[in-house]
């Protein structure tokens, strides 16, 4: 099955967190963790993975904390993603350097043409689809 790493979910969370507090001071990890209900040490994890692609920025002090870098309608789900884990797959033999020892049908395979069709429609999606735009639902 298909589906989305609970990092990624992590993340979509805090960021939606971040952006209802942007008219406040920055929110803090610990902040977040306890208001969302996400694992402290796994969303700090998280948290840095996002300052380094530039997503949030992190500022020091007793004030400190996150804010969003950019505007969510500027953010695509396929950055915040790659940003957290690894891109999302159909299946293995669609990555970039698969090796042939993977899969023994590698060469004539049957499904890979489809299943490939599949991941360049999903990864569509996730370039196109906003931060912005899953912070409107509620």
């Not at 999302?88 to 590698?106: I, S």
């Not at 490939?116 to 370039?127: C, E, R, V």
């Amino acid at each position: 099955m298909l589906k989305i790493a609970k990092s990624v979910e992590y993340a979509l969370l805090a960021l939606k967190y971040i952006h209802e507090r942007q008219d406040l001071d920055c929110v803090s990890t610990k902040v977040i963790s306890d208001s969302v209900v996400i694992p402290y040490e796994l969303l700090a994890k998280i948290m840095q993975r996002l300052v380094k692609d530039e997503i949030i920025i992190s500022q020091q002090g007793t004030k400190g904390g996150y804010k969003l870098a950019v505007p969510p309608d500027k953010i695509n789900i396929t950055r915040i993603i790659n940003a957290v884990e690894q891109k999302v797959q159909v299946t293995d033999c669609l990555v970039e350097t698969p090796t042939l020892n993977d899969c023994k049908r590698y060469q004539d395979c049957c499904l890979r043409n489809p299943l490939n069709q599949i991941q360049i429609k999903i990864n569509k999606l996730f370039d196109e689809l906003t931060l912005g735009e899953i912070i409107q639902y509620n």
